[in-house]
């Protein structure tokens, strides 16, 4: 494939991607083809290569139903294929030894000094990094998600206390999103965006 043929294939991808609320039921995205969306959704990019994203994949029917009124009943997590719980590492810099394990002894000091100096000094950042990271994870597994034919859809609307309570998910681990992943039941409405010179400033405002 050529290089101008990858580049219309990415656009095509990123502009395809709508959010997609009703899903086609009992859709079962094979184990290998949903661990390939996965794998290219840690490939996405970290602060000092923490990664710090978790995902919690809810498949079984029973525990997407149990997910329903967390979420506000909003059907699409009972009628996706899959549940994708976002999670962001509240302590990722704890994995800071294992990610640099195979760097040279000066490198290694180097990076945890300033990874455990950041964490250590400025209360915000365990918080700040783990969402902002996470995100970025959540964004590359719509986009993959899309490129093997399946449609997402970001959520917000759910119950985060009851959401940890009801997964036991540890302390260690804020939600950030839910990610249903499946198959279109009706086309996704293309929204409108607002002008580049809205969004757009350019050296200074």
Do not use: C
Request: glycine share 4%.
């Amino acid at each position: 494939m050529s290089q101008v043929e990858q580049q219309q294939t990415a656009e095509q991808v990123i502009l395809s991607r709508h959010s997609v609320r009703q899903y086609q039921r009992d859709v079962v995205i094979p184990d290998a083809e949903l661990n390939e969306i996965l794998e290219l959704a840690v490939s996405a990019p970290s602060s000092w290569n923490l990664q710090h994203w978790r995902f919690l994949v809810i498949r079984e029917q029973a525990n997407k139903d149990r997910l329903l009124p967390i979420a506000s009943n909003q059907q699409q997590v009972s009628d996706a294929s899959a549940v994708v719980v976002v999670l962001g590492d509240l302590q990722a810099n704890l994995t800071a030894p294992i990610v640099f394990e195979k760097a040279t002894p000066e490198v290694r000091d180097t990076m945890l000094g300033q990874i455990n100096g950041a964490y250590a000094n400025n209360p915000t950042v365990a918080r700040d990094e783990a969402i902002r990271n996470a995100s970025l994870a959540a964004m590359q597994l719509m986009l993959a998600a899309r490129a093997k034919g399946y449609d997402t859809v970001p959520m917000g609307g759910y119950n985060p206390a009851a959401l940890i309570q009801e997964f036991n998910i540890p302390e260690r681990y804020i939600p950030v999103m839910l990610l249903p992943i499946g198959k279109a039941a009706s086309p996704a409405r293309a929204t409108e965006r607002l002008p580049l010179s809205d969004v757009v400033i350019h050296e200074s405002f």
